[in-house]
């Protein structure tokens, strides 16, 4: 029978807020608002896009199984994890991950800088389509002709006409600005200005149209679509599978999950910036579950609606829909329209806060001239794939982060360091051991191999953890039950302390979900970013730093710097966080950390736990609300 004797905690205990939370912080005028937001931020060009791209080029519907795989399995977990901690820390990326450990602002702040990258692109994909909508009402443009504009027709309208690629040469290089991008990129920026500086409720409100009309046109697009002669054979199309594209082509695995990163905009910083306007006491759980299958049920949709438009190209040029040779954005620039065309009747379609705003749609716009060249394609393309790599990166050290680094100061002061680093070693070493001899081997064997030396160099790893767990009891002369205490503080407590302490404000959050932040998610990304670094074309080029062929200097050098540049603030927080210091948020709702020194909880048994008399143990615990959460340990009293 066990006695428990509550010690006085030395000092009053820092409590976590879990009621109204940092005081003048502004709020979302309501759930629905928050929801506008996220799922508006999360449906997009990803949706109608780059998902049915995807699904165009990998076998169909054979996508959806990497793709429901690592929605489920890896974006859900992460979207649940940003919104939780902007909801628990009340800030942004940089001092959430700050708030985990000082030396971690460097992976909220590639997060931001990962969005940033994307918006500067990504805006250009809006300007181009206000410069294709407006150049539909000249008397020259093709949609004016008798009869259906063809899928050619309509790719070399939006290359020339709107991209304006015919004066770029054979060296791929930009030759000249395409002013009417400039101006419709300026007026695109400006548009985000207005919507951004006037504060969190001002956005909510414009959420309501940003989100209600894409989707009202979705379906009014759909019901054209399925409408039109051949719009049968592209959705058997898009509901066909070739399974053998899951093995004959393992990039698409890396791309399943990049997609789903794109389509809930998760590593870019935005949810968890959301979930820190949300109200404390907002379910978590429930809000990442709506967002993720409001976005999923969108996508899926628009793939309807795009593929039915290309059954009916498909059946009025008498080609295969595979001929059509269209792909990427071109493919959706050659799909919609054509629906737009056919729809009876005409249709048109501090520092104060806006001084920042200014500041950063200023800079934004100017970073993405670039793509307003006549090479501008080229930048987007070229870019838009390079990002895949670093989006992954984020979002692994965004789980070890969150799964591996929280409360690591008690875990080390109840385990000692050489049983945490050892332990960290041997699981993070060992895959990128087992995919340094997975990808420098050739033949059949080479994923056995690689799976071989994973297992192999993590035992071995565990063995020298495992020694100096046994040395730790012998020296401090702890019973036999001190080893499975130890084994759950070191595989388990840190993942644990995170879930109870985001449950106390977010609410309930499942055991589930901590096991893929700290197990699963980061070995899946980390194999993922090799092979995606792995990958060769036909001819044995490495796909990275080569992609499709186009010039090194400036596209390939760009794109790889991206990664780089993403790299060295993830490292250069790691080793020189003084650096990153002036991101520190003065009035975060969460205390800052401090040593262990709080509750005691002295146990008293009449034997101990392998059966034999001992002495009383006091033990560290953490209560509900009590920063920082203590990691369990036990000495002799």
Not at 214 to 226: D, E, K, N, T
Not at 313 to 330: H, K, P, R, T
Not at 345 to 365: Q, R
Not at 426 to 440: L, P, R
Request: glycine content about 10%.
């Amino acid at each position: 029978m066990l006695d428990v004797v509550e010690v006085a905690p030395q000092g009053a205990p820092n409590k976590v807020d879990t009621s109204g939370g940092t005081p003048g912080r502004e709020r979302w005028s309501s759930r629905a608002a928050f929801y506008c937001a996220a799922i508006g931020s999360a449906v997009g060009f990803g949706n109608v896009w780059r998902f049915p791209s995807l699904v165009y080029e990998y076998g169909g519907a054979a996508f959806l199984l990497p793709y429901l795989l690592a929605l489920f399995l890896v974006g859900l977990p992460i979207l649940i994890l940003e919104i939780s901690l902007g909801q628990y820390y009340e800030t942004g990326d940089v001092d959430v991950f700050g708030g985990i450990h000082r030396r971690l602002r460097g992976v909220g702040l590639s997060s931001v800088v990962c969005g940033l990258m994307l918006v500067t692109y990504y805006s250009m994909l809006l300007a181009w389509t206000a410069h294709a909508f407006f150049d539909t009402f000249s008397d020259s443009s093709i949609w004016h002709q008798e009869g259906t504009v063809t899928t050619v027709q309509a790719t070399e309208w939006f290359e020339n006409d709107i991209l304006g690629l015919d004066t770029v040469g054979e060296d791929q290089l930009p030759t000249r600005m395409v002013w009417p991008n400039v101006g419709y990129s300026f007026l695109t920026w400006v548009t985000v200005f207005l919507c951004i500086a006037w504060g969190i409720k001002a956005t909510g409100r414009v959420t309501y149209f940003t989100l209600g009309f894409p989707i009202i046109m979705l379906f009014v697009f759909l019901g054209r679509a399925v409408t039109l002669e051949g719009s049968d054979d592209g959705i058997s199309a898009y509901l066909s599978t070739d399974w053998s594209v899951l093995v004959k082509h393992p990039e698409v695995w890396p791309k399943a999950v990049s997609q789903t990163f794109f389509s809930l905009s998760v590593t870019f910083g935005i949810m968890t910036a959301y979930g820190s306007h949300c109200k404390r006491d907002e379910p978590a759980l429930l809000n990442s579950c709506v967002i993720a299958m409001s976005n999923f049920f969108y996508e899926f949709i628009a793939g309807f609606a795009v593929f039915g438009t290309l059954g009916h190209l498909a059946w009025y040029q008498g080609v295969d829909i595979n001929e059509l040779g269209v792909s990427g954005f071109g493919l959706v620039f050659s799909s919609w329209p054509v629906i737009l065309g056919m729809l009876p009747g005409a249709l048109f379609k501090g520092v104060a806060k806006w001084k920042i705003s200014l500041g950063i749609t200023v800079m934004s716009f100017l970073f993405s001239l670039m793509y307003a060249t006549d090479a501008g394609s080229i930048f987007f393309d070229t870019m838009d794939y390079y990002i895949n790599f670093v989006m992954i990166l984020v979002g692994a050290f965004e789980c070890v982060s969150a799964g591996w680094i929280y409360n690591i100061e008690e875990q080390i002061d109840a385990l000692g360091p050489r049983i945490v680093f050892s332990n960290m070693c041997s699981m993070f070493g060992s895959i990128i051991f087992a995919c340094i001899v997975w990808f420098s081997l050739d033949n059949d064997s080479a994923v056995w191999a690689g799976c071989l030396s994973f297992f192999i160099f993590l035992g071995i790893g565990m063995l020298f953890t495992g020694y100096f767990m046994h040395k730790k009891i012998q020296d401090e002369g702890l019973g036999s039950w001190a080893l499975r205490s130890m084994v759950y503080d070191l595989l388990f407590r840190n993942m644990m302390d995170l879930r109870e302490d985001l449950s106390v404000v977010v609410g309930p959050l499942p055991v589930v979900w901590a096991v893929l932040i700290k197990f699963v998610i980061p070995p899946v990304l980390l194999v993922l970013f090799a092979m995606g670094c792995d990958a060769s074309y036909d001819d044995g080029t490495k796909v990275f730093g080569h992609y499709k062929g186009f010039p090194t200097q400036p596209y390939q050098v760009l794109g790889v710097l991206a990664v780089v540049f993403a790299l060295f603030i993830l490292v250069s927080s790691l080793a020189a966080p003084r650096l990153y210091e002036f991101f520190t948020k003065q009035d975060s709702p969460v205390p800052q950390k401090a040593k262990p020194n709080t509750t005691l909880m002295m146990v008293t048994t009449a034997h101990d736990f392998d059966g034999s008399e001992d002495e009383p143990v006091f033990r560290a615990t953490s209560h509900e609300g009590v920063w920082p959460p203590q990691a369990a340990f036990a000495n002799k009293a």
